[in-house]
């Protein structure tokens, strides 16, 4: 099955700067890669996606890029602002399956003021 | 529209005990799941149903058993509750398109078997 490895597990910037999180996934058949948000006490909620077809994604502050040969998605948050602070999923899915998606392990980000 | 809604919030068992955690959603969903969420091992699935009517195993289905009641509710049960089943406990939905569609998670049941 898939497996998805993300790192790293925790990350602290300062206001303002970058923020890179990288996941690596095994299963060359996947093609949808959704990137979560989980606030503190919150079930994860949807921030971005990209699907196999696209390089590049940008959604105002939030970029993530796809890099199919060498099996690996990053997500990339400009301007960190302190509400950034949350940790993110990255994930992973093929379009032949009903089981959704394996999630990596986790990135606990912090902005610091 | 609540979205995925879960209950109970928090709980606390008494090892074998047995208890139903319920969920249910509101936005017409084909496919719903369970995930279990433990520290630095990220969403873990227990089990899934595709549509109204199947249910599969996931990743981690020893200890639990799952109901699709209707195509809104789907629920999860321990039937001899143990430690190692101490977590916080997620139900998602999504269209079902094949996995290729955004996945709408409740708030959490935190699960605590002593």
């Known amino acids: 099955g898939e497996n998805v490895e993300q790192h790293p597990s925790t990350l602290s910037v300062q206001e303002g700067d970058s923020a890179v999180i990288k996941c690596t996934y095994s299963?060359?058949?996947?093609?949808?890669f959704p990137w979560y948000k989980q606030e503190l006490g919150k079930g994860p909620q949807l921030i971005i996606d990209?699907?196999?077809?696209?390089g590049e994604k940008k959604d105002q502050r939030i970029a993530v890029t796809l890099n199919k040969t060498a099996k690996h998605f990053s997500l990339h948050i400009t301007e960190t602002q302190p509400e950034d602070s949350a940790v993110y999923f990255c994930?992973?899915?093929?379009?032949?399956?009903?089981?959704?998606?394996?999630f990596g392990s986790g990135t606990q980000l912090t902005v610091l003021p | 529209n609540a979205g995925v809604t879960q209950t109970p919030k928090f709980q606390v068992l008494k090892t074998g005990q047995s208890m139903t955690l319920q969920c249910a959603q509101d936005?017409?969903?084909?496919?719903m799941y369970w995930y279990r969420q433990d520290p630095g091992m990220g969403l873990r699935l227990i089990y899934y149903?595709?549509?109204?009517?199947?249910?599969d195993k996931g990743e981690v289905p020893n200890g639990y058993n799952v109901s699709r009641l209707n195509k809104r509710e789907f629920s999860l049960r321990l039937e001899s509750a143990a430690p190692s089943q101490t977590s916080v406990y997620f139900c998602?939905?999504?269209?079902?398109?094949?996995?290729?569609?955004?996945?709408?998670f409740g708030q959490g049941t935190r699960l605590t078997v002593v």
């Open positions: 998602a939905s999504s269209l079902g398109q094949g996995g290729n569609t955004e996945a709408f």
């Open positions: 299963d060359s058949a996947s093609n949808y």
């Open positions: 990209i699907r196999s077809n696209v």
């Open positions: 994930a992973a899915s093929y379009s032949g399956s009903a089981r959704q998606l394996t």
């Open positions: 936005m017409n969903h084909n496919s």
């Open positions: 149903s595709a549509s109204e009517g199947t249910t």
